[in-house]
């Protein structure tokens, strides 16, 4: 029996650290790690770098594991140093592999087969990617883009070089393929979730974050929620969980926000890497005392919903958008798919990598589906969507430093906001189309928030400000705005929030420990259908308040909610229904 209802605490062991495990050693790792957050599983790595942990080693390990009732699986990570008989002068980033020398390629065989002869479930850390661009690779590469190239590598490596020997020296193992945090990249250095779907066993995913502002990859922190939802939705049932670490931190919260956002996203696995670095660390009590928290927050819960976001594989623009309207508190579900039955569904510039993607769009919306599109899908697919008459709107080209902002259809809807943000020019057909949030400096002003009519349905072309970090400084009233048309009946006013949904009617929301550190008033606007939010924990029942909201720039009756978020702490609310 595991330490949690909800998902297993696991931990990874590198080569470096299992090469130094003494039995004395991990007895006195194994009852800190025990004591602080459970530990229901172990990946054991059995090569990294120059180093190859010898059985005996690996054996003694694993046996004590096992032995203290802690399921054992093996780890892989596909970096080598350079050796005989291997090409001189590659120039490999983080020394990945060189998949198309002969000797490299003989040596990364035997280490698949080494570790499917040791273990029954093996797992590739997120080296499994390529970079290097040496002669012979440009040689094989021929007339080909690198992008091309490396999808027909890495599909031949995967099935020739990992899966097949793995399975040739042991039918039952299960080969994983974990993929790093940085999504928008995957296709250019190798990583193929649509193509290695059908050869691996299962996937796992990379949440850490660390400190979005200052680390080299400036991802936001919902990423380790929505990344797991894309890997989710791109392998159904096949996802083993998410992989954070304690790197970049710099304090206890940002680090176990990583945790918190992972597990609300349904993961099953929480991976905590590395061993050595959870030993008399700081961050390891209190991650302990939170993921009791987080399991009893989560018992009985639904699975995640959200509007689904169509970022189809091998594509990027507008990269992390979506996480950037979720740190804000829209729910959003990304996707490699487009759903043609979806109700509503958020196109960001990356969609435009699916060359079908405005026959799907016209489709849907002609149909009946509410479509929201991105100022930089505009860009890339404008003259496709004029053609198809979807809208006549267009980019200019020019940008406006917005210091107010009009919500149009309130006479009172006006916000001026000493902050100026930049947002591209939209031009649009007066009356054929309709502005439902402008913005300007000045007596001029243009459109953020478009509505166009076709068929049954609707377009909404949403500016987006040039930095995307932009959205934070959108004042309330205004970014309501965004969040009423990418929400699925249900949005919540504030900002430094975010709001997960559920399919049994439960809510989760968390305010994060940033910026300016005081609690902040979230209204939850709601249906009238909703007739009161219950916070599941305490029992304590919201009744609501009746308001008139606006639908696009009509109004309607609706219910309002109205909570204290603390900074660091989470609450869960249940819709109840009449």
């Known amino acids: 029996m595991g330490h949690f209802r909800n998902f297993k605490t696991v931990v990874y062991i590198p080569a470096w650290t299992a090469m130094g495990l003494t039995k004395e050693k991990l007895d006195y790792d194994f009852a800190y790690l025990e004591k602080y957050i459970g530990l229901d599983k172990v990946y054991l790595e059995t090569h990294r770098d120059e180093k190859d942990v010898d059985r005996e080693q690996i054996l003694m390990i694993r046996d004590f594991l096992e032995q203290k009732g802690v399921e054992v699986s093996g780890g892989i990570t596909t970096t080598i140093d350079d050796f005989e008989g291997t090409e001189a002068g590659k120039q490999r980033l983080f020394n990945t ?48 883009d690198w992008v091309s190239f490396r999808k027909k590598l890495m599909t031949d490596v995967s099935e020739n070089l990992i899966v ?39 996937t796992y995913t990379g949440t850490e974050t660390r400190s979005p502002a200052y680390t080299d990859q400036h991802l936001p922190e919902y990423l380790s929620y ?56 700081p ?58 039955d979806a109700k509503k569904i958020f196109l960001t510039e990356s969609a435009c990598a699916d060359s079908g993607i405005v026959s799907k769009l016209e489709a849907f919306v002609r ?49 001026e906001h000493e902050k100026a943000v930049l947002f591209p020019e939209i031009c649009h057909g007066n009356n054929n189309e309709w502005s439902l949030l402008n913005g300007g400096d000045g007596d001029f002003h243009a459109s953020l928030l478009l509505r166009c009519s076709y068929g049954k349905g609707r377009l909404y072309v949403m500016a987006v400000p040039e930095n995307q970090a932009g959205l934070y400084d959108i004042p309330p009233a205004a970014l309501d705005v965004y969040k009423r048309i990418l929400s699925d009946g249900i949005y ?79 609450v869960r609310l249940k819709c109840e229904k009449e």
């Not at 894309?230 to 990583?258: H, K, V």
């Not at 589906?369 to 020019?398: C, H, M, N, P, Y």
């Not at 559920?502 to 910026?515: A, F, P, T, W």
Request: aromatic content about 12%.
């Open 97 to 144: 592999f060189c998949y198309t020398d002969p000797a490299m390629r003989q040596r990364l065989r035997e280490i698949s087969e080494y570790a499917a002869g040791l273990f029954d479930e093996v797992i590739l850390d997120d080296f499994y990617f390529t970079n290097c661009s040496c002669e012979r690779c440009i040689r094989e590469k021929g007339d080909q």
């Open 164 to 202: 097949g020997p793995a399975r040739a020296v042991n039918p039952k193992v299960k080969m994983i393929i974990k993929y790093p945090n940085w999504r928008e990249s995957y296709h250019f250095t190798g990583y193929l979730p649509g193509e290695q779907g059908r050869i691996f066993d299962g």
């Open 226 to 281: 929505s990344l797991m939802r894309y890997m989710d939705n791109a392998w159904p049932g096949r996802n083993g969980g998410g992989w954070f670490d304690t790197y970049q931190c710099w304090s206890i919260d940002r680090y176990l926000e990583q945790a918190y956002l992972t597990a609300f996203s349904g993961a099953k696995e929480l991976m905590h890497f590395q061993w050595s670095d959870l030993i008399d660390n």
């Open 283 to 340: 961050f390891t009590a209190p991650m302990g005392l939170m993921l009791s928290r987080i399991d009893r927050l989560l018992e009985g819960i639904g699975s995640p919903t959200g509007v689904p976001v169509c970022i189809p594989h091998e594509s990027c623009g507008e990269n992390h958008l979506e996480m950037r309207f979720g740190m804000v508190g829209a729910a959003m579900d990304p996707t490699p798919h487009f759903d043609p």
């Open 367 to 415: 149909k009946g589906g509410d479509a929201v599109i991105t100022s930089g899908f505009l860009r890339r697919a404008g003259d496709e969507l004029r053609k198809a008459g979807l809208t006549q709107a267009w980019l200019t080209g020019s940008s406006i430093a917005v210091t107010r902002y009009q919500v149009t259809g309130d006479y009172s809807g006006y916000e």
């Open 492 to 570: 919540a006013t504030g900002r430094g929030f975010s709001m997960f949904t559920y399919d049994d009617g439960s809510l989760i929301l968390y305010r994060y420990v940033k910026g300016n550190l005081r609690p902040e008033r979230v209204t939850i606007h709601t249906g009238t259908e909703v007739s009161a939010l219950r916070d599941v924990s305490s029992g304590r029942r919201f009744e609501p308040v009746e308001e008139v909201a606006w639908e696009d720039f009509e109004r309607r009756k609706a219910h309002a909610y109205t909570l204290l978020l603390e900074p660091g702490r989470f």
